[in-house]
């Protein structure tokens, strides 16, 4: 069996557990309406008769309750809170110690493979092997490490492990979680309500509060036994993933293998508590009983919901009453005989670690690409061709593309007021007469020091090969999120008239704009107007006339073509030019995270094939496919079906 049939497979099981899960809160619901119709000859025959409406007063407040629990986990999209929640903290991006920068570079190189904005880093400290991911989606992800996986893990083995909590965050796994502990929760405050009930020492609501209690607590186990089968599966699915992601197998089933070897309970970080040793009870996940009454309420909230989150963790978080019911995990060995069926990976050589002596990528060929608007990333490879001898996976490719980023540029990009000169650098025109409009415009709208900054960062960059753009700006969002949200619209608001200076807007600068507005400034997708297919006909004829340079019979071959290819789609006929206007393309491309997943997939597939037309593929149309799948949340290859990864990069 292939990875990819492995990903069917996880998805039609957590599909079908998923409607049990439902089905199971709905009859719990029509469970309290029962118990509760059965208590009302008893409090009759107490001599405290209720008002026969009771039952279902009852179950529509039990059901509203696990809606409103549900919904509240559905609207918990704070990844750095749940992760600071769990004792972990923000790494600077800064940071001199080797483990760390190598776990950022790796992140960072995975971003850029998998198209999206670099996710926050965290790190817990724990000498254990684990890692967890947590956010509503791509552009609000965050990831955390333990300490020890920073220590035993080679370059290859923490990235499958970052590989791995990239695939939960593009597989919508952090979403269903929250909303299944939600769900969980409104259980949990049914048990509660009858024993409020029961406390409340009234004959008439002693047998409903008794009823209560039996049923959120057998509904409780029965939802917790759905909630750990779906968690396991999304294991199973995020470790093929990682798999497809790497191209490198031995990565994800070494780095299973250590964890196995060295335990993988997890333990909140806490200052007044030494580092859990892999295999120690779990007693030291509290602090000392000398310690301040404060810091052991501290330990004991991080430990409950270090356990409550357990099936947010790569690695099991401790053991369960009822063993394999309620494990949130597959066992380790179940993940290795998935990885490798055929048990060819066990008898191969270990590579030793720390990670923070892994090997340097060899340098790389002066580039071939030029800075002319335009210029061809590279061209579809023939039959015969012979394709990724240079280069295994989009992560090679990646790591090349982060080396040909001058070190001395990487640096500044760490800090807000350098990825802020970074992004205006990039948008500097080549021309002398645009470039000295655009500096007055800085100079009106900034200071004398962000304007040499700038220009300085301009001049850096004028050389680079222009597929470093889209990776330039995807590493400078990081630093752009901790800005205080009154720089982020000054920097906003500088942007745009850059990019209005020279009267022209060109695909990249409206990219920029639209992956600006999308971290920094998301709209409500209530705001948006228009139909879906009619937002995928803007942005889909926006890509045509872009790839055709502005002819129109080219542009329209282009998009028929396309829509040929994926007939699933009935859009109607390719937009006038003047109809594909920046603001309404920029809107349009907002709008599209709104799509259903099946048309997402759809989509995808759609602007490829639009974009690959003329077997050509250009840096601003790829550019612009990379910008639309962050829009719809979803991973993009770093270089599209068929090309040669050599050409690529080279």
Not at 307 to 328: S, Y
Request: aromatic share 6%.
């Amino acid at each position: 069996m292939n990875f990819f049939e492995q990903q069917t497979q996880a998805r039609r099981r957590t599909g079908w557990l998923v409607c049990g899960y439902v089905l199971g809160l709905a009859l719990v619901v029509y469970a309290v309406f029962v118990v509760t119709t059965w208590s009302l000859p008893l409090t009759i025959a107490f001599g405290h008769p209720i008002s026969p409406l009771a039952p279902a007063w009852f179950a529509a407040g039990a059901g509203t309750l696990l809606v409103a629990c549900t919904y509240l986990g559905w609207r918990n999209t704070d990844g750095a809170a749940l992760a600071q929640a769990m004792g972990a903290k923000e790494l600077a991006l800064g940071t001199v110690d080797a483990g760390e920068r190598l776990y950022l570079n790796v992140v960072q190189e995975m971003a850029i493979a998998a198209g999206c904005a670099v996710p926050v880093t965290f790190v817990f400290e724990d000498a254990a092997i684990n890692a967890f991911a947590a956010g509503g989606g791509p552009d609000t992800a965050v990831i955390a490490v333990s300490r020890g996986a920073l220590t035993h893990l080679t370059r290859h083995e923490l990235q499958a492990l970052v590989a791995h909590e990239f695939s939960h965050i593009f597989n919508g796994d952090m979403r269903l979680h929250m909303r299944m502990l939600g769900a969980l929760a409104g259980l949990m405050w049914i048990g509660v309500a009858g024993r409020v009930a029961w406390h409340s020492r009234r004959a008439q609501w002693l047998v409903v509060g008794a009823l209560l209690m039996v049923v959120g607590g057998i509904g409780l186990v029965v939802a917790q036994l759905i909630k750990s089968a779906v968690a396991r599966q999304r294991e199973y699915l995020a470790d093929a993933c990682a798999v497809q992601f790497t191209r490198n197998p031995s990565g994800l089933y070494r780095t299973l293998c250590k964890v196995d070897r060295l335990g993988a309970a997890s333990r909140p970080a806490l200052d007044t508590s030494p580092m859990r040793e892999p295999g120690a009870p779990m007693s030291q996940w509290f602090a000392q009983d000398d310690a301040e009454p404060a810091l052991q309420m501290a330990a004991l909230k991080q430990a409950i919901c270090a356990q409550l989150m357990g099936h947010f963790f790569f690695a099991p978080t401790g053991a369960f009453a009822l063993g394999d019911w309620l494990a949130t995990h597959p066992s380790v060995a179940d993940r290795l005989h998935a990885i490798d069926p055929q048990g060819q990976l066990a008898s191969a050589p270990r590579v030793q670690s720390p990670a923070q002596k892994a090997k340097p990528l060899a340098p790389l060929p002066k580039p071939r690409l030029h800075i002319a608007d335009g210029a061809p990333i590279a061209f579809v490879a023939t039959a015969g061709a012979e394709r990724g001898a240079d280069y295994r996976s989009a992560l090679d490719i990646a790591a090349a593309l982060r080396q040909r980023i001058p070190p001395s540029l990487r640096s500044v990009l760490n800090f807000p007021g350098g990825a802020s000169a970074v992004v205006q650098g990039l948008l500097l025109s080549a021309r002398p007469f645009v470039r000295s409009a655009q500096r007055d415009i800085l100079m009106e709208h900034s200071n004398l020091v962000m304007v040499d900054a700038a220009l300085r960062a301009q001049a850096q960059m004028v050389d680079l090969p222009q597929v470093l753009r889209l990776p330039l700006l995807d590493l400078a969002l990081p630093a752009l999120r901790s800005l205080a949200p009154p720089e982020q619209e000054a920097l906003l608001k500088t942007v745009h008239l850059l990019v209005l200076a020279d009267g022209n807007v060109n695909a990249f600068e409206l990219m920029t704009q639209v992956l600006l507005q999308r971290v920094l400034r998301p709209e409500p997708l209530a705001r948006t107007t228009g139909t879906a297919a009619q937002h995928m006909r803007v942005v889909l004829s926006y890509i045509a006339y872009c790839g055709a340079r502005g002819e129109v019979q080219a542009a329209h071959q282009a998009y028929q073509e396309a829509l040929r290819q994926v007939p699933q789609l009935s859009l109607r006929d390719l937009l006038a030019l003047q109809e594909c206007k920046p603001q309404s393309v920029r809107h349009s491309m907002l709008a599209l995270s709104g799509l259903s997943p099946l048309d997402k997939q759809r989509y995808v597939a759609l602007v490829q094939a639009c974009a690959m037309r003329d077997q050509v593929v250009r840096v601003s149309e790829w550019e612009i496919v990379r910008v639309v799948c962050q829009c719809l949340e979803v991973h993009c290859p770093l270089a599209p079906p068929g090309l040669d990864t050599r050409i690529f990069i080279s």
